[in-house]
């Protein structure tokens, strides 16, 4: 199975404003085992917005290389929020992408939304 996990990571604030918590909401996307989509490998990329970085070039990066998938369906989908722990401080908040076929099965699930997707 290749796999491309979309991530968003958000910062919770406590009733005072104060940074709380980070959460992750994933959207991964699975497809069918291809020996094209085999050739893609790997890879984990993130943006965050207090980078020196242009959030249009890293979609434009991302686009490019995951674009053996663009005209294909997923067989499948998962949808799940991942609670953030951190031994040290991060970013705020920011994009991430991993894609290949090691990158499914490494959460523990807190909230799921999973199976085929609709026709």
């Not at 919770?12 to 020996?35: A, F, I, K, M, S």
């Not at 085999?38 to 434009?60: K, N, R, V």
């Not at 401080?89 to 999973?114: D, E, L, N, T, Y």
């Amino acid at each position: 199975m290749f796999t491309v996990d979309l991530t968003r990571q958000f910062d919770v604030t406590d009733d005072d404003g104060e940074h709380d918590h980070y959460v992750q909401v994933h959207c991964e996307l699975r497809y069918e085992p291809e020996p094209d989509l085999d050739a893609l490998g790997s890879f984990e990329s993130w943006f965050f917005h207090d980078a020196a970085a242009d959030l249009d070039e890293w979609f434009t990066a991302m686009e490019g290389r995951l674009a053996l998938l663009l005209g294909r369906r997923p067989s499948g989908n998962d949808l799940y929020v991942e609670p953030v722990q951190l031994l040290l401080p991060c970013k705020i908040a920011g994009f991430g992408m991993r894609a290949g076929r090691a990158c499914a099965g490494r959460r523990s699930r807190c909230g799921r939304s999973s199976g085929p997707l609709a026709s």
